[in-house]
């Protein structure tokens, strides 16, 4: 019998004045708040399934994880908490599905956790140097396990997302880069591009001319990692309503300032001025549009793109670019 009816039974005894009161403050305190589901895995509302399907350990009524899309999670182990690769509860490290050693600690042999972090890592709380706990949790719900690559993803246990309910990420910042305390910066002085606050100018531009919010001044949007391209902020792509790329070139070939070269005197092939002959062409005999003697386009990053002609790593007679 569900708890509430339990409970909505149990009140009849003493009358409806308190019951409600008594109920909620009961179910309150044996379900999770986030959650909802109490520590034999029962949902509040009287099964073992979430409103959205899923158990306490994300599967589904068929037995399909809500992650993998298969029988199995993300470290191997089924509905029932049995490995797939050992068929027993514990995987090859001797960990199960709650982290828990066979040895009924949190260490293996060796004196570590199923995390991979040494015990002597750990403080009082259970956490490790990066505050997380056992299970790879930190304090604000985000889960990181280098294990399954997640170092910039940081995916929070109640969205499934990388935003918090309240759609705040790992780093404490939400969509328009605030942080929780309200400013630009968290308490390190590091922004939403982890670009230190001292970095920034007085327009609140860092040392590659990129805002708050990874936008530089041609509109590109830059994200926080490997300085790896968004799109512009009108387009979506890698060229500006005008159709420049972001080092300032054209589909022609050709700067905004309407000459072959940038302001480095670089041009769109990444080759100085000072290294093009007579003719136009740069060391490797390619012209400014990457064009070589034989009629091979070529990329700014050296890779063929293709015979002019053929479109393919031949020539029209049929001779391979490397002959």
């Known amino acids: 019998m569900p708890l509430r009816r339990r409970l909505t039974l149990f009140c009849g005894l003493w009358g409806e004045l308190f019951c409600p009161d008594i109920a909620s403050l009961v179910v309150a305190f044996i379900y999770d ?15 073992k399934f979430n409103n959205t399907g899923y158990d306490w350990y994300d599967f589904d009524r068929d037995g399909n994880h809500r992650i ?38 949190r260490f293996d042999e060796e004196g570590y956790s199923a995390m991979g972090v040494h015990r002597d890592k750990y403080d009082a709380e259970g956490r490790d140097h990066c505050g997380r ?98 799109g512009h902020i009108v387009t979506g792509t890698d060229r500006d ?25 670089d041009s769109a092939m990444l080759v100085h001025m000072d290294e093009y002959d007579a003719d136009g062409r740069d060391p490797d005999g390619r012209d400014y549009d990457g064009i070589d003697r034989h009629g091979f386009r070529w990329n700014r990053h050296d890779e063929l793109i293709g015979h002019i002609v053929t479109g393919t790593e ?7 670019y490397r002959e």
Do not use: C
């Not at 591009?193 to 100018?201: A, F, P």
């Open 241 to 265: 309503p005008e159709g420049y790329d972001v080092f300032g070139f054209n589909r022609d070939n050709m700067h905004r300032n309407g000459t072959r070269f940038d302001e480095d005197g």
């Open 68 to 105: 993998t899309g298969k029988p199995y999670d993300l470290y191997d182990f089924d509905r029932n908490g049995n490995h797939q690769k050992t068929g027993t509860p514990y995987n090859e490290r001797g960990f199960n599905r709650a982290n828990m050693h066979r040895n009924g600690t």
């Open 314 to 320: 031949y020539d029209p007679d049929g001779k391979h």
């Open 133 to 230: 706990d056992f299970n790879g949790i930190n304090r604000r719900g985000f889960f990181m396990d280098i294990r399954l690559h997640f170092i910039n993803e940081f995916i929070h246990v109640i969205t499934g997302t990388d935003r918090d309910p309240d759609g705040y990420d790992w780093y404490g910042f939400n969509h328009d880069k605030i942080h929780l305390n309200g400013t630009r910066f968290d308490e390190h002085g590091m922004s939403a591009m982890l670009v230190h606050m001292n970095e920034y100018d007085a327009e609140g531009r860092d040392p590659k001319g990129r805002d708050y919010d990874g936008i530089d001044r041609h509109g590109f949007r830059w994200n926080r990692y490997d300085d790896e391209l968004i």
């Open 33 to 47: 708040a986030k959650t909802g589901f109490d520590s034999a895995g029962n949902h509040q509302n009287g099964t």
